[in-house]
């Protein structure tokens, strides 16, 4: 279940009625997670879940539920099992033919997607990139082709080198939008051109957590033809043997136009 990025407004009713309700919950750090319950004032008890103690937790919390205890599973903030562990909790439940049951909430990548300017459909969403080596660079080189908006985690401490690993694949024109401690005091977007990010990083430090929204990759613009162009081209495809419908369909296709609009230009449909 999803608990607050930031601002504990965020937390739903439901969310609150659930931590109270179940037998235990799944932490991935139980400190921050106490402070979480104490401030609802939800007694439930906390056991820690996380990337190091995983293998271990599962079969016991496996074993838990079997006996009929209901747990929540919740990250340090936003939703779980996607970015931060869990999803292989939530397979073995099902494996094992235990409900599970997700819960709506707070989650960083759409609240900055939403507000980043960009394009938001489609998207995809990457999460966290590989820090270094080969894994990095062709995460890097795939995401540059990526026609979608692109949604990529980042901390404070790696973002200036990000940006810069960015401009090397994706250049500089490309738009971005960096969304930093979103719901919190001091929640700030920053847009504009990958370079235009990278000057002004020159002069500022990255403070906070980071959402990088990254626009697509442009679609090519094609050269399109005059109008007596592309009637002249159509005569030629029809001098050599394709039907005029045919030959019509392939010089739209060649110059990104609708057929229809070739159709009548040709035919002179529209002229006064």
Do not use: C, W
């Not at 932490?27 to 996380?50: C, Q, V, Y």
């Not at 300017?117 to 590989?130: A, D, H, R, V």
């Not at 005059?226 to 002249?232: E, G, I, Q, W």
Request: proline content about 6%.
């Amino acid at each position: 279940m999803p608990t607050p990025i930031g601002n504990l407004e965020d937390m739903t009713f439901r969310a609150v009625n659930t931590l109270k309700d179940v037998d235990l919950v799944a932490a991935e750090d139980t400190r921050n997670t106490k402070n979480l319950l104490n401030h609802f004032d939800i007694p439930t008890e906390l056991i820690s879940f996380h990337e190091h103690n995983t293998a271990q937790r599962i079969p016991e919390l496996i074993e838990k539920m079997n006996q009929g205890l209901k747990i929540a599973q919740v990250s340090d903030a936003g939703a779980p099992s996607i970015s931060d562990p869990g999803k292989e909790l939530v397979k073995a439940a099902i494996k094992k033919g235990i409900p599970v049951v997700p819960l709506p909430g707070a989650t960083a990548s759409i609240t900055a997607l939403i507000a980043s300017g960009i394009s938001p459909q489609p998207f995809y969403f990457y999460g966290f990139l590989p820090r270094k080596g080969k894994e990095r660079t062709q995460a890097l080189s795939n995401l540059a082709d990526r026609e979608e908006t692109t949604i990529v985690y980042e901390s404070p401490y790696r973002v200036k080198k990000t940006i810069q690993d960015l401009i090397d694949n994706f250049g500089g024109d490309r738009q971005i939008t960096l969304a930093r401690e979103l719901t919190k005091i001091h929640e700030a977007f920053l847009r504009g051109s990958l370079e235009q990010v990278a000057a002004y990083y020159e002069e500022n430090d990255p403070k906070g957590e980071y959402v990088l929204i990254i626009a697509g990759k442009p679609e090519e613009v094609t050269q399109v033809e005059s109008d007596d162009d592309l009637v002249s081209s159509v005569d030629k495809l029809i001098a050599q043997g394709l039907k005029p419908n045919k030959a019509i369909k392939e010089v739209a296709a060649q110059n990104g136009l609708k057929k229809q609009a070739v159709y009548n230009l040709y035919h002179g449909i529209g002229e006064d």
